[in-house]
Nanobody, 118 residues
Framework: QVQLVESGGGLVQPGGSLRLSCAAS????????MGWYRQAPGKERELVAV???????NYADSVKGRFTISRDFANHTVYLQMNSLSPEDTAVYYC????????????WGKGTLVTVSS
């Protein structure tokens, strides 16, 4: 079984920064991709950013130039550096990973709340 644990959420003022971390644990053979999704109140969950094992990254248009995803797959960890935060970034942020154990599977963390407010 694989577990993902997010950390780093909290309350920040508009224009501020936060760094999220997600650590995977369990019977991991390899990590194919890790990424971040978010879900704001009353909205559907959406992709924020993803990084695959080769290093390729993909970002939602709304966060390009402000957020940076990075990985340390050797330590089964992914980070999301969020700068120039706005109230529209307020959401629960979920970590997602495509991980090979005995098979390839998609796993989710429980989420961490990011609130951008003055």
């Amino acid at each position: 079984q694989v577990q993902l644990v997010e950390s780093g959420g909290g309350l920040v003022q508009p224009g501020g920064s936060l760094r999220l971390s997600c650590a995977a644990s369990g019977r991991i053979v390899s990590i194919n991709a890790m990424g971040w999704y978010r879900q704001a109140p009353g909205k559907e969950r959406e992709l924020v950013a993803v990084v695959i094992s080769g290093g390729t990254t993909n970002y939602a248009d709304s966060v390009k130039g402000r957020f940076t995803i990075s990985r340390d797959f050797a330590n089964h960890t992914v980070y999301l550096q969020m700068n120039s935060l706005s109230p529209e970034d307020t959401a629960v942020y979920y970590c997602n990973a495509n991980i090979r154990t005995n098979f390839n599977g998609s796993y989710w963390g429980k989420g961490t709340l990011v609130t951008v407010s003055s």
